[in-house]
T-cell receptor
Framework: GQQLNQSPQSMFIQEGEDVSMNCTSSSIFNTWLWYKQDPGEGPVLLIALYKAGELTSNGRLTAQFGTTRKDSFLNISASIPSDVGIYFCAGHEAGYSTLTFGKGTMLLVSP | DAGVIQSPRHEVTEMGQEVTLRCKPISGHNSLFWYRQTMMRGLELLIYFNNNVPIDDSGMPEDRFSAKMPNASFSTLKIQPSEPRDSAVYFC?????????????FGSGTQLSVL
């Protein structure tokens, strides 16, 4: 079945630090999506990846579609307090009609 | 566009009461999804519709849950009777097309507390 393992579960960092998180699956995915959820709000799409090896940036955020097609990475450079939230990965596996979501990485940024 | 609109934002009710959650998808989007989010289980897909037709309701917990989409601009998720274990944040999301790998847009959610 579809399973996504997202790590780390949580991170507490200082403002200005860079952040890395990742998502791995036991099967091949053909699409990876990264979402951010602010407290009290719904997830908002940050970056979408459609090809193995693809590297896409959105401001200080950069995400990569792993070459094995079983993983994806999200990096945040020079973190700021408004980066606080829960970051979710989601993937689409061929043959399945819905996305699979990871459990999320909670990011806390200390000013 | 206003995005996906959900109401109410918060609902507090007593066990046994009927609860109705509402969703207006983004105009022009053909697919609509209902998710439930809890600390223990994360985001769980309950049901989704394509062109107002329910496609997969295997995530609906039990017969107490039902969902309808009478037209392209409105959907409801109903819980009757509600139980304390139904307490969670319920999200509605919509997608423009029918391809699974298309971008999903979420509403702000309904925080449900069943006492």
């Amino acid at each position: 079945g579809q399973q996504l393992n997202q790590s780390p579960q949580s991170m507490f960092i200082q403002e200005g630090e860079d952040v890395s998180m990742n998502c791995t699956s036991s099967s091949i995915f053909n699409t990876w999506l990264w979402y951010k959820q602010d407290p009290g709000e719904g997830p908002v799409l940050l970056i979408a990846l459609y090809k193995a090896g693809e590297l896409t940036s959105n401001g200080r955020l950069t995400a990569q579609f792993g070459t094995t097609r079983k993983d994806s990475f999200l990096n945040i450079s020079a973190s700021i307090p408004s980066d606080v939230g829960i970051y979710f990965c989601a993937g689409h596996e061929a043959g399945y009609s819905t996305l699979t979501f990871g459990k999320g990485t909670m990011l806390l940024v200390s000013p | 566009d206003a995005g996906v609109i959900q109401s109410p934002r918060h609902e507090v009710t007593e066990m046994g009461q009927e609860v109705t959650l509402r969703c207006k998808p983004i105009s022009g989007h053909n697919s609509l999804f209902w998710y439930r989010q809890t600390m223990m289980r994360g985001l769980e897909l309950l049901i989704y519709f394509n062109n107002n037709v329910p496609i997969d309701d295997s995530g609906m917990p039990e017969d107490r849950f039902s969902a309808k989409m009478p037209n392209a601009s409105f959907s409801t998720l109903k819980i009757q009777p509600s139980e304390p274990r139904d307490s969670a944040v319920y999200f509605c999301a919509s997608r423009e097309g029918r391809r699974t790998n298309e971008k999903l847009f979420f509403g702000s959610g309904t925080q449900l507390s069943v006492l």
